[in-house]
């Protein structure tokens, strides 16, 4: 195999025309690959490898720490980390490709289910990884490395003669485009005539029907590293449903863009809902090929315990991942979450959901803001229009006071005359109490001046039950009422979060942040 040194790339530069250029960097593309793993028997509870490519069982998992090549964002620029590329689970085709052989698969999916096409031959023998390139190449490698991880893993096994039969779809649908709370209905894929049986609709669990005929279910989902987003929780209900049918369980596992976290309260049974099942911090620091493991070690399922003997789950690692390096997707993981800021400050944020708070829905900044019509968080002032991922956003048909947490530059907002400038703030990352703790002040001051004239208060905790649900206990609520200080509220929830970090040692894939 060819590999372009640097001295003859310039040499070549020098003597191509542009168009000669780009065939070159195609050819390069092309050549740019190692041997992978070879190919290991799967019968294990849990894959994963070592440098050597040995398999390894669940009980003494190998940790890969190679750091990872940085992702483009989605549609806002972040800072990102320069480093190796990595190999998502579903890209690792030999080490689950046999177990699907003569076997009736069904695919739990939905948008962020890509994988890469720059190794488009159907093959299950090896791995492909990618040398490192010149210094004068890599921009441009990595540019196209990205727009090359756009293929689906449907239209991927059905090019390998897998036997696809059905689809089931999350929250928000097969193609990610409801919106929050939106019920998704059963349908056909136009472009493979498969069913697409709803798991957010008259559903969130499997049911028999939708498992007959079925052997396998390869589950490849993108999450955000938080307790309340629903992804985590229809993998429960996949894996309840197929152990009780004895149906194996593949979980093809992908990075968590929060993923170097830890943090929040553990959530208490008697709060336990859809958006959060188990009991786990807010941010838990885990992949969902993790979790998988941890709810069928810790035996959460709602399965008779003599079921839990034959289980069949396999988890197949990211490769060269590392949990605190940085990771932009390469597609919004719903409809409302569109760029890395999003992502991030997705756990502080989404608290507000709870409140008469408007992050965002309904305008271009979905969970980049805070804001209220009455309340001022900031002097920006941002429409709130219904759209296709926010049908009935709270405030609809007002202008927000809010505080934008952006580093974008001027834009103009949709359905202006002029041109209104989004000022620059220190974005929050993880679980920030302050804020919180800030905003409940803004509506107090406000309620004092308010309540001097007559007027009518406006209520904080305007769901305080969802508030309760997503904290996963009611104390936190109850702390920023009584005036805890951050510092205060944070140590509350260090005895549980101790325990929680060591009871996940065992099942955790990747190096981990502790």
Not at 118 to 142: I, Y
Request: hydrophobic share 35%; charged share 20%; proline share 6%.
């Amino acid at each position: 195999m060819k590999v372009l040194t640097p001295v003859k790339v310039n040499k070549v530069f020098r003597r191509l025309t542009s168009s000669a250029f780009i065939a070159v960097l195609s050819l390069a593309l092309i050549s740019l690959s190692l041997n992978g793993c070879a190919q290991q028997s799967l019968s294990t509870h849990v894959y994963t490898s070592d440098s050597d490519g040995n398999a390894k069982r669940s009980a003494s998992i190998e940790k890969e720490s190679t750091s990872i090549e940085k992702q483009p964002t989605l549609r806002a620029k972040q800072p990102v980390s320069s480093t190796k590329q990595f190999t998502v689970g579903a890209e690792r085709y030999s080490k689950y490709l046999p177990l699907l052989e003569g076997k009736r698969v069904s695919l739990v999916v939905n948008q962020s289910a890509l994988v890469s096409t720059r190794n488009a031959s159907p093959s299950n023998k090896t791995e492909h990884g990618e040398a490192e390139p010149s210094n004068r190449l890599k921009a441009q490698l990595d540019k196209t490395r990205t727009s090359q991880r756009n293929q689906h893993l449907l239209d991927a096994l059905l090019q390998r003669s897998v036997n696809v039969v059905s689809i089931m779809s999350p929250e928000h649908g097969f193609r990610g485009e409801k919106g929050a709370g939106e019920k998704v209905d059963s349908n056909i894929d136009a472009k493979t005539g498969l069913p697409i049986h709803s798991l957010y609709g008259a559903t969130k669990k499997p049911t028999s029907n939708m498992l007959d005929g079925i052997d396998v279910i390869v589950f490849d989902i993108q999450d955000v590293g938080v307790r309340f987003y629903t992804y985590l929780s229809t993998l429960h209900y996949v894996l309840e449903a197929a152990f009780a049918r004895d149906i194996d369980v593949i979980v093809l596992d992908r990075p968590n863009p929060n993923g170097r976290y830890v943090d929040g309260p553990v959530l208490q049974p008697e709060f336990s809902s859809f958006i959060g099942m188990h009991p786990i911090p807010v941010l838990h620091g885990m992949t969902l090929g993790e979790l998988a493991q941890m709810i069928v070690g810790e035996q959460w399922l709602d399965i008779d315990a003599s079921s839990y003997n034959n289980v069949k789950l396999t988890v197949v690692p990211v490769k060269d991942y590392q949990r605190t390096a940085h990771y932009s997707l390469p597609v919004p993981p719903s409809p409302n979450l569109p760029n890395d800021l999003s992502i991030l400050l997705y756990p502080t944020l989404c608290f507000f959901e709870g409140t008469d708070v408007s992050i965002g829905r309904g305008t271009d900044f979905p969970f980049q803001l805070i804001g209220h019509p009455l309340v001022k968080f900031g002097k920006t002032q941002v429409p709130v229009n219904a759209n296709n991922a926010a049908p009935h956003p709270k405030h609809e048909n007002t202008l927000l006071n809010a505080h934008v947490f952006t580093n974008a530059n001027p834009v103009i907002l949709e359905g202006s005359d002029s041109k209104q400038t989004i000022h620059s703030y220190s974005p929050i990352s993880g679980l920030d109490i302050a804020t919180l703790i800030d905003a409940y002040s803004r509506f107090s001051e406000y309620n004092k001046v308010i309540s001097a004239s007559g007027d009518s208060e406006e209520t904080f905790f305007s769901r305080p039950d969802f508030f309760d649900k997503l904290a996963g206990t009611d104390a936190l609520r109850f702390q920023i009422q009584t005036g805890k200080t951050p510092a205060e509220i944070r140590q509350s929830w260090q005895k549980n979060l101790n325990k929680f970090r060591e009871k996940r040692k065992a099942y955790l894939l990747y190096e981990d942040t502790d």
